[in-house]
């Protein structure tokens, strides 16, 4: 997997806090790290954009 930000490799690493363990890609050049919720988040964030595009026309 490409890093979204700076095209460098991402890896899987295991996160974690006081409740809540998780896994996310992280990348090894620039240290941007993406879960499901950013993913879900950007995805849902790109198809509002677009709908607003969309309607402006």
């Not at 806090?17 to 993913?39: P, Q």
Request: charged fraction near 25%; charge should be positive; glycine fraction near 4%.
């Amino acid at each position: 997997m490409d890093c979204p930000k700076c095209k460098g490799m991402m890896m899987l690493e295991r996160f974690s806090d006081f409740f809540l363990v998780f896994y996310a890609w992280k990348c090894i050049n620039c240290g941007a790290i993406i879960d499901r919720t950013i993913a879900n988040n950007r995805r849902t964030s790109l198809a509002a954009r677009e709908s607003q595009t969309v309607t402006a026309h």
